[in-house]
């Protein structure tokens, strides 16, 4: 019987199952055995589930990769197809200098992985529109751009020219892999101007005249993971945010749609002068966690009077924590402002803790856990301590007003996660 199915599969390619897939885990392209991975075990197991072996479990959503919501040869086809692209021999370019740093990045290409050597990369000559070392060409899924450090524990440093002015590194193209690097001495971090699907992963960015990194001009997708920013707002306190998602309603010039971006696992401050992330108006579904906030060196210009600012939709806050370290300009430990009519809404925050070493804030007010007006949240699990350093939760409706100067919140509970991003 299993010979007749193998030979009407590859005769006439005749779908069989709907994948029932009794996993729950994250998704991976590819994945049929849920090992977390894309590997040649995957089309092996998922050849046996078509075949109909006993005891053969496999993740559907991460082997339906014709999107057809039904698993079949063609799904096997693709994935043969996919995993033999994976395998295609990464073309590596090293570089040990500004110039031939500068001469890469002008000519790479998808699958190019450009190497730098230990040793400070300082961008000389003129810029165009203040961009120094860019990167403007598309990867692809399968075959992203990727640019790194050789030695991780003695990263390559990315230099501007001066912290008044210019950008360190910006990328306009999709699918960058930007990784263990420091980026320093300019105006702006890093930029990702119309970039897809770009992570930023273990990377330092310090000693900058604004804002850190900055996911900008219809960037969506993108990833910051593991990153430590610090020593931002030296020349513009207003605009030193650590982080920044979109663009102000009032800023021109750049699409407002930086959707589904994540930040995770980055370390922020000290003297990060404005928000450590500030999530702006017209964005969608941006997840924050397991991040460290240190509240040292916050200006509060502009503003600026807590660790996270939340003014985008569907936002996700959970498993961060926060240290006011005695900065008197942190006002709350979150916040969340409605800058233009239907956005600010429908937050999930929980799972964090805030160490705000006082009870009483600068305005004279209750140091509250989330100060929000006329926007909504789901809290759950969240901790507060104030001058004895000692948690204790604080998602009891009795206790709502001390802890949440929200106007329209709600209590919920981990039964909720599941079907969050």
């Given at each position: 019987?299993?010979k007749?199915?193998?030979?009407?599969?590859?005769?006439?390619c005749?779908?069989?199952?709907?994948?029932?897939s009794?996993?729950?885990?994250?998704?991976?392209r590819?994945d049929a055995?849920?090992?977390?991975?894309?590997?040649?075990a995957?089309?092996?197991?998922l050849?046996?589930?078509?075949?109909?072996?006993?005891?053969?479990?496999?993740?559907?959503?991460?082997?339906d990769?014709c999107?057809d919501?039904?698993?079949?040869?063609f799904?096997?086809?693709?994935?043969?197809?996919e995993?033999?692209?994976?395998q295609k021999?990464?073309n590596?370019?090293r570089?040990?200098?500004?110039?031939?740093?500068?001469?890469?990045l002008?000519?790479?290409?998808?699958?190019?992985?450009?190497?730098?050597?230990?040793?400070?990369?300082?961008?000389?000559g003129?810029?165009?529109?203040?961009?120094?070392?860019?990167g403007e060409?598309?990867g692809?899924?399968?075959?992203?751009i990727v640019l790194?450090?050789?030695?991780?524990?003695?990263?390559?440093?990315?230099?501007?020219?001066?912290?008044?002015?210019?950008?360190?590194?910006?990328?306009?193209?999709?699918?960058?892999?930007?990784r263990?690097?420091?980026?320093?001495?300019?105006?702006?971090?890093?930029?990702?101007?119309?970039?897809?699907h770009?992570?930023l992963?273990?990377?330092?960015?310090y000693?900058i005249?604004?804002?850190?990194?900055?996911f900008?001009?219809?960037?969506?997708?993108?990833?910051?993971?593991?990153?430590?920013?610090?020593?931002?707002?030296?020349?513009?306190p207003a605009?030193?945010?650590?982080?920044y998602?979109?663009s102000?309603?009032?800023?021109?010039?750049?699409g407002?749609?930086?959707?589904?971006?994540?930040?995770?696992?980055?370390?922020i401050?000290?003297n990060?002068?404005?928000?450590?992330?500030?999530?702006?108006e017209?964005?969608?579904?941006?997840i924050?966690?397991?991040c460290?906030?240190?509240?040292i060196?916050?200006?509060?210009?502009?503003?600026?009077?807590s660790?996270?600012?939340?003014?985008g939709?569907?936002?996700i806050?959970?498993?961060?924590?926060?240290?006011?370290?005695?900065?008197?300009?942190?006002?709350?430990?979150?916040?969340?402002n409605k800058?233009?009519?239907?956005?600010?809404?429908?937050?999930?925050?929980?799972g964090?803790?805030?160490?705000m070493?006082?009870s009483?804030?600068?305005?004279?007010?209750?140091?509250?856990?989330?100060?929000?007006?006329?926007c909504?949240?789901t809290?759950?699990?969240?901790?507060?301590?104030?001058?004895s350093?000692?948690?204790?939760?604080?998602d009891?409706?009795?206790?709502?007003?001390?802890?949440?100067?929200?106007s329209?919140?709600?209590?919920?509970?981990y039964?909720?996660?599941?079907?969050?991003?």
């Amino acid at each position: 019987m299993k010979k007749f199915i193998v030979l009407l599969l590859s005769v006439s390619c005749i779908s069989l199952l709907n994948g029932n897939s009794a996993f729950a885990d994250s998704f991976v392209r590819g994945d049929a055995n849920n090992d977390g991975k894309f590997t040649s075990a995957d089309l092996v197991y998922l050849q046996k589930w078509i075949l109909d072996y006993d005891d053969i479990l496999i993740n559907s959503d991460n082997s339906d990769l014709c999107a057809d919501g039904i698993i079949d040869v063609f799904d096997l086809c693709q994935m043969r197809k996919e995993f033999i692209d994976s395998q295609k021999p990464t073309n590596i370019v090293r570089v040990t200098n500004t110039d031939e740093l500068k001469a890469a990045l002008a000519d790479v290409e998808p699958n190019d992985e450009i190497i730098l050597a230990s040793g400070d990369y300082i961008y000389s000559g003129s810029t165009s529109k203040g961009y120094m070392f860019k990167g403007e060409a598309d990867g692809t899924e399968s075959e992203p751009i990727v640019l790194r450090s050789e030695n991780p524990e003695n990263p390559a440093v990315i230099s501007g020219i001066n912290v008044s002015e210019n950008y360190a590194l910006s990328v306009t193209g999709d699918w960058w892999v930007i990784r263990d690097l420091k980026i320093t001495n300019a105006s702006k971090g890093i930029i990702l101007d119309n970039s897809n699907h770009t992570k930023l992963i273990n990377c330092e960015v310090y000693n900058i005249g604004s804002e850190g990194i900055h996911f900008r001009d219809n960037s969506s997708y993108c990833l910051a993971e593991n990153c430590f920013i610090h020593d931002t707002g030296l020349v513009s306190p207003a605009y030193g945010e650590g982080i920044y998602i979109g663009s102000s309603k009032s800023t021109s010039g750049y699409g407002y749609k930086c959707d589904y971006n994540t930040i995770r696992g980055c370390s922020i401050g000290p003297n990060v002068a404005a928000e450590h992330i500030d999530i702006k108006e017209y964005t969608t579904g941006t997840i924050v966690e397991n991040c460290i906030f240190d509240g040292i060196g916050m200006s509060g210009e502009n503003y600026a009077d807590s660790f996270v600012d939340i003014q985008g939709n569907d936002c996700i806050l959970r498993y961060c924590t926060g240290y006011r370290n005695g900065c008197s300009e942190i006002n709350y430990a979150f916040s969340m402002n409605k800058i233009v009519d239907g956005w600010g809404q429908n937050a999930y925050i929980y799972g964090n803790k805030a160490y705000m070493d006082t009870s009483v804030n600068a305005l004279g007010k209750k140091m509250v856990f989330l100060n929000s007006w006329d926007c909504s949240e789901t809290v759950w699990d969240n901790y507060l301590a104030y001058e004895s350093g000692e948690l204790f939760p604080i998602d009891d409706e009795k206790y709502r007003w001390d802890y949440y100067n929200c106007s329209d919140l709600t209590y919920g509970d981990y039964s909720i996660e599941e079907n969050l991003r």
